[in-house]
């Protein structure tokens, strides 16, 4: 009977790390697909009615002005560009907060897609706000918004993690080109949560202070 039982045990442990190794693989196949783009512009500069053509859903690849934007992403506006003016001008990318949303953006800083082999650690906002403050003299918009707002830098990577009642997703873009004030346009992808794989990574030039490792 103990003989049997090892070979079950054994046999168990062989199938999850082939399984393990199959994820891992699919990852970075999902990390390969072609970016897609998409163009906004600055809420604060065109003042159209709503988002007009500033916010995006990453879940659906919808722009705020998409005919069916009411219907299917439900006004829930992942990513807004040029919703806030300060210091100066109005480049600066914010995610959806509010009472139950979570959500965070991080600058990657001057990367390709080429450079991108696993998904970043970002975790969910601790602390829930309908609202965000200004920075004082020795912080950062990101430290005083709680990673909700940060600067729009062309050929930077960024990443975000969308977290809601009904979404919780990452996804990283990048800053194609920027007309300062006016509208960027970015490329992104929908990447795999590091949350739910079994090592975490970053990309080539690896902070040492990161909390991303496992790259080989």
């Known amino acids: 009977m103990r003989k049997i039982t090892l070979k079950k045990v054994l046999i168990m442990f062989l199938l999850i790390g082939t399984f393990s190794r199959a994820s891992a693989i699919d990852e970075r196949r999902s990390l390969q697909t072609e970016p897609q783009k998409v163009t906004l512009f600055s809420r604060i500069a065109y003042k159209e009615i709503g988002y ?21 992403a439900r006004n829930y506006a992942h990513l807004m560009y040029g919703s806030i003016s300060f210091d100066p001008g109005s480049d600066w990318f914010s995610v959806s907060m509010g009472d139950d949303d979570p959500s965070r953006i991080k600058d990657l800083g001057e990367l390709q897609w080429s450079e991108v082999y696993y998904t970043p650690l970002l975790l969910a906002n601790p602390h829930q ?14 430290q005083s918004s709680d990673e909700r707002v940060t600067k729009v830098v062309a050929g930077h990577m960024y990443l975000v993690h969308i977290k809601s009642r009904e979404t919780d997703l990452y996804a990283m873009f990048r800053v194609e080109t920027l007309e300062p004030s006016d509208h960027c346009t970015i490329s992104w992808r929908v990447v795999p949560s590091p949350e739910k794989q079994h090592t975490l990574g970053c990309f080539r030039r690896l902070h040492p202070t990161s909390a991303c490792s496992g790259l080989g």
Request: hydrophobic content about 30%; charged content about 25%.
């Open 52 to 72: 007009g053509k500033s916010a995006f859903n990453f879940q659906y690849g919808l722009r705020s002005d998409n005919e069916i934007w009411e219907q299917v």
């Open 129 to 142: 706000s309908t609202g965000i403050r200004f920075p004082g003299p020795q912080e950062s918009f990101e």
